[in-house]
């Protein structure tokens, strides 16, 4: 017997042994990023129900609704994150940004997403948010205040912890072209607050890319980032314009472009990515079941996807629940990929993105 023999015979016993480490293990010791989540849509439902309960206000927004109508708002946990449609869904996400009155709030909402990030295992996130809805229900906000607030939280998680959390002010189409226009003006003024670029979020049916040029131009001179939610309740075009009106640097959802294989060539000439929310399709009932979700025919498009997790609280599924979903139907090398992609399509600069590359090759 040769010593090379001897090593094998060693060896091979203590491999088959070896209990295989579950796809769920290793998953969660994945590095995770965020590049499409609304702050607001991850504030806990407990924190939720103290903060209206506090304030008196109902756990729903009725638009119209006269003040001193009786509140039978559902206030069962477990009960009160709930939805029947697209359209309810953004009357809860009205009704969570309303509970967020103070800039002691925002510091909450901040400070239990980064905990609870961390413990999920995010290395890097981009969040949204929409301070144009703040100030709607609460006018006299100081909306300045609130950014400082959640950017100290920030700051001091990238300190204690090495994870850089960035902003995008999400300009809201829902209060058109002017209101838009204003908060792209906030966003610029607040990037020493980590602010890096726009989104533009809202019932993207009535509020078409093409209103909100002027906004766009103006932060792309300002050197901010620019990103879009397109093609998820409305069709392919909504993504053609988000992408030739508004040169967004990447799409959100964007799962209708399936529908147009023009578009899908267009999408992958200018290394757009979408960033796909897999729960949320469905819990918006944009799509109709998973077997019905257009993921697979866009990965084999061969289109940049990153996947993430939308309004985490909300929609009861966090990133690496998604992460986990997704790995079960690509395999982990697919996962993998879609993190390289992410951390590649994100605005990181150059160095935090080679060292959250080596932070995702360590885990190979
Ligand atoms: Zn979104």
Not at 228 to 254: D, N, P, T
Not at 269 to 285: K, Q, V
């Amino acid at each position: 017997m040769d010593s090379s023999t001897t090593r094998r015979t060693l060896v091979r016993p203590m491999l088959e042994f070896e209990p295989q480490e579950s796809l769920e293990a290793r998953v969660a010791a994945l590095p995770k990023i965020h590049l499409h989540c609304h702050l607001e849509g991850t504030l806990r439902e407990s924190t939720f129900l103290e903060l209206t309960a506090r304030d008196g206000l109902p756990t729903r927004y009725r638009p119209g609704a006269p003040a001193d109508v009786l509140d039978r708002s559902p206030r069962e946990p477990g009960q009160v994150y709930a939805f029947a449609d697209f359209p309810e869904f953004l009357l809860l996400f009205a009704a969570v940004s309303r509970a967020l009155s103070r800039p002691e709030d925002y510091a909450r909402l901040a400070e239990e997403f980064a905990t609870d990030a961390l413990r999920r295992g995010v290395v890097y996130g981009e969040l949204f948010l929409s301070p144009s809805v703040w100030r709607f229900f609460h006018p006299e906000l100081d909306l300045r205040s609130c950014m400082e607030a959640i950017y100290e939280v920030f700051a001091r998680v990238e300190r204690s912890h090495g994870v850089a959390f960035r902003t995008i002010v999400d300009l809201t189409r829902n209060f058109g072209a002017s209101s838009a226009l204003e908060s792209a003006r906030f966003a610029a003024s607040t990037t020493e607050l980590g602010t890096i670029g726009i989104g533009l979020g809202g019932d993207e049916l009535r509020f078409p890319p093409e209103l909100f040029v002027d906004a766009f131009a103006f932060a792309r001179a300002e050197g901010l980032h620019t990103v879009a939610h397109a093609g998820e309740a409305a069709g392919a075009q909504s993504v053609r314009a988000a992408v030739e009106h508004l040169r967004a640097e990447r799409i959100g959802h964007g799962i209708r472009a399936v529908d147009d294989p023009a578009l899908l060539t267009l999408l992958r000439e200018r290394e757009i990515a979408l960033e796909i929310c897999p729960t949320s399709n469905l819990r918006t009932g944009v799509v109709s079941a998973p077997e019905a979700h257009p993921l697979p025919a866009l990965l084999a498009a061969g289109l940049r996807i990153v996947i993430d997790d939308d309004d985490p609280a909300l929609f009861g599924a966090h990133i690496d629940e998604e992460y986990l979903a997704f790995a079960r139907q690509v395999g982990e090398p697919g996962l993998r990929a879609c993190i390289a992609t992410a951390i590649e399509a994100s605005f990181a600069p150059p160095s935090l993105k080679r060292s959250l590359e080596e932070r995702l090759r360590s885990t190979e």
